[in-house]
């Protein structure tokens, strides 16, 4: 009982890490993109 509980812990303690991991990535990748487009667009203004 007490192994199976260990077990369920730490599956869903990884589950919450991927998901966090993920969910930062994911939001660092929009961040730079919104990051790009916008450096882009900004150097196009000023030509």
């Known amino acids: 009982m007490r192994v ?3 077990l369920a812990a730490e599956r869903a303690t ?3 890490v991927t ?3 993920s969910a930062a990535a994911s939001l660092a ?3 730079m993109m ?5 450096t ?3 150097v ?3 030509q």
């Open 14 to 16: 990884m589950l919450v």
């Open 44 to 46: 196009k203004e000023q």
């Open 4 to 6: 199976g509980a260990l």
């Open 34 to 38: 919104g990051y790009v487009f916008v």
């Open 29 to 31: 990748g929009g961040a």
């Open 19 to 21: 998901f966090v991991g």
């Open 40 to 42: 882009k667009l900004f």
